[in-house]
Nanobody, 119 residues
Framework: VQLVESGGGLVQAGGSLGLSCAASGNIFRIENMDWYRQPPGKQRELVAFITKDRSTYYADSVEGRFNISRDNAKNTVYLQMNSLKPEDTAVYYC??????????????WGQGTQVTVSS
């Protein structure tokens, strides 16, 4: 199983960017799919997660500006980021809880994608 991220890049403050992360391989089902980020010199932090039933959670710092969604048929999670701020600059990682068999679950991470917001 692997998670492949796309999107990211450089944007001015107030702009928007979209990230996507597609899971592929031996997948029986996917539970939560999440986005984390790691700002320069700081620890990795949870940005948002979405359950299989599409319940969502957002960190206070992104609530109202970011939107997480998923397409279960495509095993893909998305993160739409609006009203971006310089403090959103970070490497963004997707993460998923994936069952390769009915009772065997592992955590998988994407390779990370850089998001840079200029002031």
């Amino acid at each position: 199983v692997q998670l492949v991220e796309s999107g990211g890049g450089l944007v001015q403050a107030g702009g928007s960017l979209g990230l996507s992360c597609a899971a592929s391989g031996n997948i029986f089902r996917i539970e939560n799919m999440d986005w984390y980020r790691q700002p320069p010199g700081k620890q990795r932090e949870l940005v948002a997660f979405i359950t299989k039933d599409r319940s969502t959670y957002y960190a206070d710092s992104v609530e109202g500006r970011f939107n997480i969604s998923r397409d279960n048929a495509k095993n893909t999670v998305y993160l739409q980021m609006n009203s971006l701020k310089p403090e959103d600059t970070a490497v963004y990682y997707c993460h998923a809880q994936i069952y390769s068999l009915p009772t065997i679950q592992y955590d998988f991470w994407g390779q990370g994608t850089q998001v840079t917001v200029s002031s």
